[in-house]
């Protein structure tokens, strides 16, 4: 079984940055693609970033493209995202996930394509 738990949330005003953290365990782990997702109060959970673990092409939203990097570290069986020039809409609960495998019919960007998750973590952005 895989688990997945992410850190480096936090408190941050407009302009800072923050790195979170996804870590995986299970004995053997090797996914298709990890993702970060996040969901505001009030909203849609809703597609950030992916990760092929494989050759680790990558894949933004465009409301972060530029400002934050998704990367990966094999080895370690961890995934990073690298928040830049944070902004107060970036506030929200920020989740970890991961594919097994390719799902025929299941993009990156759907939560559908995903079989692990984690528990989340809170990035605060103030104005």
């Known amino acids: 079984q895989v688990q997945l738990v992410e850190s480096g949330g936090g408190l941050v005003q407009a302009g800072g940055s923050l790195r979170l953290s996804c870590a995986a365990s299970?004995?053997?782990?090797?996914?298709?693609?990890m993702g970060w997702f996040r969901q505001a109060p009030g909203k849609k959970r809703e597609f950030v970033a992916a990760?092929?673990?494989?050759?680790?092409?990558?894949y933004y939203a465009d409301s972060v493209k530029g400002r934050f990097t998704i990367s990966r570290d094999n080895a370690k069986k961890t995934v990073y995202l690298q928040m830049n020039s944070l902004r107060p809409e970036d506030t929200a609960g920020y989740y970890c996930?991961?594919?097994?495998?390719?799902?025929?019919?299941?993009?990156?960007?759907?939560?559908?394509?995903?079989?692990?998750w984690g528990q989340g973590t809170q990035v605060t952005v103030s104005s």
């Open positions: 996930a991961a594919a097994k495998t390719y799902y025929i019919g299941t993009y990156y960007y759907t939560q559908s394509a995903y079989d692990y």
């Open positions: 990760v092929r673990w494989s050759g680790g092409n990558t």
């Open positions: 299970g004995r053997t782990f090797s996914p298709y693609v």
